[in-house]
DNA sequence: AGTCCACAGGAAGGGCAGGCGA
DNA sequence: TCGCCTGCCCTTCCTGTGGACT
């Protein structure tokens, strides 16, 4: 109990690094977002005409992951809303959906039934023919007598899986409703899926586009240095820690978000090691920190089935190097075998192989070895000490 | 020049869970 | 309770393919 004891009274008897956490999460809106002053202010112009009743043109945000899209674009979402509840405005509402989000807005079901639920319209998750769910939505949308804005982050991945055509009702929207306007925003990191997209589809949504280049590690800087005002006692960073985040990220491809974690887990490391200070040495550990949960997250996320492929792969590394789907294959049955698991189809197999190259766990890439077949090569480019955890963690599961 | 390997990956559809209204 | 709807996971069947071998 004393060392338990000892443990906290050295904790409270430490000078606190934190005076606001949250800042340096993603969660955080800040007042001002350092070189984005142009996007802010063109999408602001965009925007403006709904205060008027009008229709603004529907925006088309692109930009890779932590160049401050979605931040950007809840800024001015935000700030029309609350602009719109003032004399002689027309009443708009920002609604932000994410269609990573699994089981929130990741099908056209589920983005409509979220979206009436804004409105104050519960919709079962489940169960209504699609067409019902629009008209519920198109009737709650017009009785409100409201604008909407409707801000979709990470849109590609919903066509990906839904097709372009919620697209084309979106898009169209407007011509069934007599006293709401319905205009969208969407987000994403993929500069070729508007390529992709049905003429039609392409034209109504991207009447306006903004580009959010990556950020460079000078400007990286001034974004730590004005989230580490407000989250850390003063003199508690180390000289050259923020220059080291901002060039760890800027080395990604100008990552904010990844700057912004890799200081705050590295001061989080220095709050749990009873240090007064951030050091250089702090962030060396964040970057490593950081991986390892990424991967370990995933892998625990997984269902047990790719659970089963992936310890497969690893065990097939560990003996040689030239690991390919058949070999996979092979091993992943004899571990079904072994633990009373139902063996999928090699067909499936290959779809969850392609899932965890994916998600970043592993790596692979199709070769042909001419009279020996094509195949996929798999390797795993993970770190020794991430990978030794992963083993321990597969080793456990299948035990 | 043709064959053939060992898969990749598209298309269609089965079966189940969760949920609806009648 | 029944018929119907959607999402999800999976199987079955299929066509496509780069290049070593014959």
């Given at each position: ?25 993603i ?8 070189h ?15 205060l ?10 692109y ?136 003429p ?34 003063s ?85 040689n ?35 965890l190259?994916?998600?970043g ?9 001419g ?29």
């Amino acid at each position: 109990m004393e060392a338990v004891q000892n443990i906290f009274t050295k904790f409270l008897e430490n000078k606190p690094i934190f005076v606001n956490r949250e800042a340096l999460t993603i969660s955080f809106t800040p007042e001002s977002v350092p070189h984005r002053e142009k996007q802010i202010n063109d999408l602001s112009r965009i925007l403006a005409p709904a205060l008027k009743g009008g229709k603004p043109s529907n925006v088309f945000i692109y930009g890779k992951t932590g160049t401050g899209k979605t931040l950007v674009s809840r800024l001015v979402g935000t700030e029309l809303e609350r602009t719109s509840r003032g004399l002689g405005a027309s009443p708009t509402k920002a609604v932000y959906v994410n269609c990573k989000m699994k089981k929130a807005a990741d099908t056209e079901y589920r983005l409509l039934a979220g979206l009436s639920k804004e409105f104050g319209k519960n919709v079962p998750f489940t169960g209504l023919p699609t067409d019902q769910v629009y008209q519920i939505f198109f009737n709650t949308l017009d009785s409100t007598k409201q604008n909407l804005l409707l801000i979709i982050d990470e849109i590609d991945s919903l066509i990906e899986k839904t097709g372009d055509e919620i697209l084309y009702n979106l898009t169209r929207i407007n011509q069934e409703l007599s006293n709401s306007r319905v205009s969208l925003i969407g987000i994403t990191n993929n500069l070729g899926f508007i390529e992709m997209l049905d003429p039609r589809i392409k034209s109504a949504l991207g009447e306006e586009e903004l580009i959010f280049p990556p950020y460079n590690a000078l400007q990286l800087q001034d974004i730590l240095k004005s989230r580490a005002s407000l989250a850390f006692v003063s003199g508690t960073l180390e000289n050259g820690v923020i220059e080291k985040c901002a060039a760890l990220a800027a080395q990604e491809h100008g990552d904010a978000r990844r700057a912004l974690d890799l200081l705050r887990v590295a001061a989080e490391i220095a709050e749990r090691n009873a240090e007064e200070t951030v050091r250089l040495a702090h962030v060396d550990v964040a970057q490593g920190k950081i991986d390892l949960d990424r991967v370990i997250e995933t892998v625990k996320a997984q269902p047990r089935q790719s659970q089963a492929v992936l310890y497969s792969i690893m065990q097939l590394a560990d003996k040689n190097s030239n690991v390919q789907t058949g070999g996979v294959f092979e091993v992943y049955h004899n571990i079904c075998a072994q633990h009373a698991l139902k063996p999928l189809t090699q067909r499936r197999i290959s779809d969850l192989i392609a899932e965890l190259d994916l998600f970043g766990i592993i790596t692979t890439k199709i070769i042909s070895r001419g009279r020996y077949g094509r195949t996929r090569i798999i390797t795993i480019n993970l770190s020794d000490t991430v990978r030794k955890r992963l083993k321990n963690l597969l080793y456990e599961i299948f035990l």
